[in-house]
Nanobody, 129 residues
């Protein structure tokens, strides 16, 4: 089945750097877009998309991270990375990797592209001043 596992979270000082990595399996890695979301605690706080990378590696960034974060794909290792530089205290959140929709999933010779968006379990990033 489709599985996304985030790595690399932790605590970092403001102005420092951190690299998140998401290991993907269970689908054709290059068949769909992937993204990084984050969510802060509190009622009504939703996950917000901060960066995405398309099937052809076109990238997008939210204004809050533009110029500081870099998303990339490692096609050889089926990973999507998020390099976080010059982090700020407001970057503190749980970060989630996502894939889809329409990832190509094959099983027993049958393939499909469901409208499902897949999620990792999340990794905590804490930026301290």
């Amino acid at each position: 089945q489709v599985k996304l596992v985030e790595e690399g979270g932790g605590s970092v000082q403001a102005g420092g750097s951190l690299k998140l990595s998401c290991a993907a399996s269970g689908y054709i890695f290059s068949s769909c877009a992937m993204g990084w979301y984050r969510q802060t605690p509190g009622p009504g706080n939703e996950r917000e998309l901060i960066s995405s990378i398309s099937k052809d590696d076109t990238t997008t960034y939210d204004d809050s991270v533009k110029g500081r974060f870099t998303i990339s794909r490692d096609h050889g290792r089926n990973r999507v990375n998020l390099q976080m530089d010059n982090v700020k205290t407001e970057d503190t959140a749980v970060y989630y990797c996502a894939a889809g929709p329409k990832c190509l999933v094959c099983s027993g010779g049958d393939c499909s592209m469901p409208e499902t968006q897949y999620w990792g379990q999340g990794t905590q990033v804490t930026v301290v001043s």
